[in-house]
């Protein structure tokens, strides 16, 4: 069986047999997957009046755990956006009363972000038709070649320095 990737490795192999094009076998179809990914993703978001990012910031702070506050810092690392994008995130999270933002007890200086009690019910809400969705996009590979690319694509992430370490 081939697919698009096949079809220009081929024509690439015809046009420059010189050139070892394998990496593309590799970084086009990461791109393909993720242009299939992402509009199946957007759906589930806006069926919960979020997208991506608003998802993102609501879900960093509920795997927190029980105190459910961060730092923008904290979130901007754990986001990996910069401190302008994390700002007009929580701006428009607050807007809508899903976070709030309050000085920190032990430094006026830092600004500590919360869930509050509608932005914890939209994310519990949310988080399961959003893994349903996940479920979905993987349904296609087994359990061992699920684990087997989660592996695979973590090697990468390391190697390009994307480590907690």
């Known amino acids: 069986?081939?697919?698009?990737?096949?079809?220009?490795?081929?024509?690439w192999a015809e046009q420059r047999p010189d050139l070892d094009v394998?990496?593309?076998?590799?970084?086009?179809?990461?791109k393909r997957?993720?242009?299939?990914?992402?509009?199946?993703?957007k759906r589930t978001f806006a069926a919960h009046g979020l997208d991506a990012a608003s998802f993102d910031v609501l879900a960093t702070l509920?795997?927190?755990?029980?105190?459910?506050?961060?730092?923008?810092a904290e979130l901007m690392r754990s986001a990996m956006v910069t401190s302008g994008a994390v700002t007009?995130?929580?701006?428009?999270?607050?807007?809508?009363?899903?976070v709030t933002r309050t000085p920190s007890p032990t430094d006026g200086r830092v600004v500590q972000v919360?869930?509050?009690?509608?932005?914890?019910?939209?994310?519990d809400q949310a988080l399961p038709d959003h893994l349903a969705t996940e479920q979905g996009l993987l349904a296609c590979l087994s359990p061992d070649e699920r684990d087997r690319l989660?592996?695979?694509l973590r090697a990468l992430l390391?190697?390009?320095?994307?480590?907690t370490g």
């Open 62 to 72: 509920r795997r927190n755990g029980p105190s459910r506050h961060l730092t923008p």
């Open 88 to 98: 007009q995130r929580l701006d428009r999270l607050q807007e809508r009363g899903l």
């Open 150 to 152: 989660a592996e695979t």
């Open 1 to 11: 069986m081939t697919d698009h990737v096949d079809r220009v490795l081929a024509q």
């Open 33 to 41: 997957l993720s242009l299939l990914m992402e509009p199946v993703m």
């Open 114 to 123: 919360a869930l509050t009690d509608a932005g914890l019910a939209l994310i």
């Open 158 to 163: 390391e190697g390009l320095g994307d480590s």
């Open 22 to 30: 394998s990496p593309m076998a590799v970084i086009g179809r990461l």
